[in-house]
């Protein structure tokens, strides 16, 4: 059954998206993305000599620095940085630049999610980092597109939800697929398991409570739309940092 949705959109159609790369001239690496009326600024800094407290100094470090829109950082903000640094660490090739610290400073544009959620922000975020790292030219093993998908209750999986429907949300993931298998593994080359890469999943949080067969929905409305996600990203990186931005509806 179709769920009338308020901005029109059908259950499995996001929010268009615009991704500018090379917006800050004092960074090593900048991109925006925008979906809908959430958007976010990433900034790239460094490589630089030298790694945090606790980091193994034989492999790159990466800090991830989140500022909200307004007011000060609080425990959701952690959670984005501990996330948001979790994904990165795993795309990027820490052996190539070993003690050192490349920083990644998110600062919130504007937020579309509600307040208690903030279930857009994530995504967003880590989809401007690698927009921004690829900017940057930081050596990366491939990149990543993230999706949010939520559940209602009425029991129907959402798409990329706006801030007025996350209020009637009793649960959401936020996913991360890798971009390409053409990117990462050779000649349709599969990992030690079996599974392509395509079908994998680097990054999967989950809040509220859903039943197995919700989560696999979900994840397999967000594959899609990351799939979708991935060609606009592929595309988007072939032009030339400060040019007019990338578009798709």
Not at 68 to 78: A, L, Y
Not at 126 to 144: E, F, M, Q, R, T
Not at 192 to 213: L, N, Y
């Amino acid at each position: 059954m179709e769920v009338d949705r308020a901005d029109g959109r059908t259950l499995n159609q996001r929010r268009p998206v615009v991704c500018t790369r090379g917006v800050l001239h004092r960074a090593h690496g900048s991109a925006s993305w925008a979906q809908g009326d959430t958007k976010v600024i990433a900034a790239v800094y460094g490589p630089k000599a030298g790694t945090k407290k606790n980091e193994n100094p034989e492999k790159a470090c990466i800090e991830v620095i989140w500022k909200p829109k307004t007011g000060q950082s609080g425990k959701p903000e952690r959670e984005y940085e501990m996330v948001l640094k979790k994904t990165l660490q795993s795309i990027c090739l820490l052996n190539v630049h070993p003690n050192t610290t490349t920083t990644i400073v998110i600062q919130v544009v504007n937020d579309d999610g509600a307040v208690s959620f903030q279930s857009n922000l994530l995504p967003c975020a880590i989809n401007a980092a690698c927009s921004a790292l690829v900017d940057a030219g930081i050596p990366l093993k491939h990149l990543a597109v993230a999706i949010c998908c939520c559940m209602a209750e009425s029991g129907h999986v959402i798409l990329d939800p706006s801030k007025l429907e996350e209020q009637n949300m009793k649960a959401f993931v936020y996913l991360v697929f890798p971009n390409s298998i053409i990117s990462v593994l050779p000649d349709g080359s599969k990992r030690p398991g079996g599974e392509a890469m395509e079908h994998g999943i680097i990054t999967s949080v989950t809040h509220g409570v859903m039943a197995v067969d919700d989560y696999f929905s979900c994840v397999k409305l967000g594959r899609a739309a990351a799939a979708e996600l991935s060609d606009f990203v592929r595309n988007s990186l072939k032009l030339k940092a400060g040019n007019d931005p990338s578009k798709v509806g």
